[in-house]
């Protein structure tokens, strides 16, 4: 997932060496088409959440997950003025910003170095085509479904739904281990955490990228054989062995293929603009 990026100057000519004649504003349009702020979340804090001009230039985007000072100064170093990440760096009111927690010293730096945050989360869940779907295409579902459908929207002329989680049919049924063997294997997850399901066969499987427990009675309403999220919680896996195998495979785990949505959309409208995904593992938990 590499690509070429842009290269880095002496600080105060660090982003003149690219001319693409792409602004900013028009990633970040590209950005809300595909998955408009409208989809988010109540409780989310997707969009732009700290901006240059609006007639800035974009030099460059670097794609993560998580934002970081270690981030910030990557984009720096690799030329990007823009970053977009999955989740908000502000998700909570700001009282002060004094540098006293990592959000307040990633907001300095940024503001600092002219490099623009954005965030397309809940709204990229939501999305046709977006978080989840991506998920169900990393593991080769078919007949794809939302869980729980949420509301119609426009994108390029066309009617669209967004929902919550996704159901499909694998291309061959799986028992348990096998299915676990290729969860494991296509997200590269470490440690698979998983309920005592009575489940011989796998046929339909649900999911949902990072926390989506909520949606388990949906999952198992819908007829899916296994429901596989980023986090599930201790308590959640009681009650459902006669159902539904559960799994968990990490918030992280789940969400990392969500670069390459991004990506997809940003190359689609600016051809020629640099953009990176983060040589960084963002993850704040690590497994021994």
């Not at 579902?141 to 119609?152: G, N």
């Not at 949906?218 to 459902?240: C, M, N, P, Q, S």
């Amino acid at each position: 997932m590499q690509a070429k990026c842009g290269k880095a100057y002496s600080k105060g000519s660090i982003y003149q060496h690219i001319s693409n004649d792409m602004k900013v504003k028009e990633i970040l349009g590209a950005l809300e088409e595909f998955a408009p702020l409208a989809l988010q979340d109540g409780y989310d804090n997707a969009g732009l959440q700290i901006g240059l001009a609006k007639d800035a230039d974009a030099t460059g985007a670097l794609l993560c997950l998580d934002v970081t000072e270690d981030v910030v100064d990557e984009a720096v170093r690799k030329g990007c003025n823009l970053i977009v990440s999955h989740h908000p760096l502000l998700f909570r009111p700001l009282k002060s910003i004094t540098g006293s927690d990592y959000v307040e010293r990633v907001v300095m730096k940024a503001i600092k170095q002219d490099v623009a945050i954005y965030a397309s989360h809940t709204n990229l869940d939501s999305a046709h085509g977006g978080v989840n779907f991506k998920m169900a295409e990393k593991l080769g579902l078919t007949d794809l479904e939302w869980l729980s459908p949420k509301m119609q929207y426009v994108r390029d002329g066309e009617n669209l739904e967004a929902g919550e989680g996704i159901i499909g049919t694998l291309q061959h049924p799986l028992s348990q281990k096998e299915l676990m063997e290729k969860v494991k294997e296509t997200f590269s997850v470490k440690s698979l955490r998983s309920n005592m399901a009575s489940k011989a066969s796998i046929s339909k499987v649900a999911l949902c990228g990072g926390s989506g427990a909520f949606l388990i009675q949906k999952a198992v309403a819908a007829g899916a054989d296994a429901f596989l999220t980023g986090e599930i919680g201790y308590h959640r896996f009681f009650g459902h062995e006669q159902e539904v195998l559960l799994l968990e495979m990490g918030h992280y785990e789940s969400e990392q293929y969500t670069l390459e949505i991004l990506r997809s959309v940003i190359e689609k409208k600016a051809p020629g603009l640099p953009v990176c995904v983060t040589e960084l593992n963002t993850n704040p938990i690590i497994y021994l």
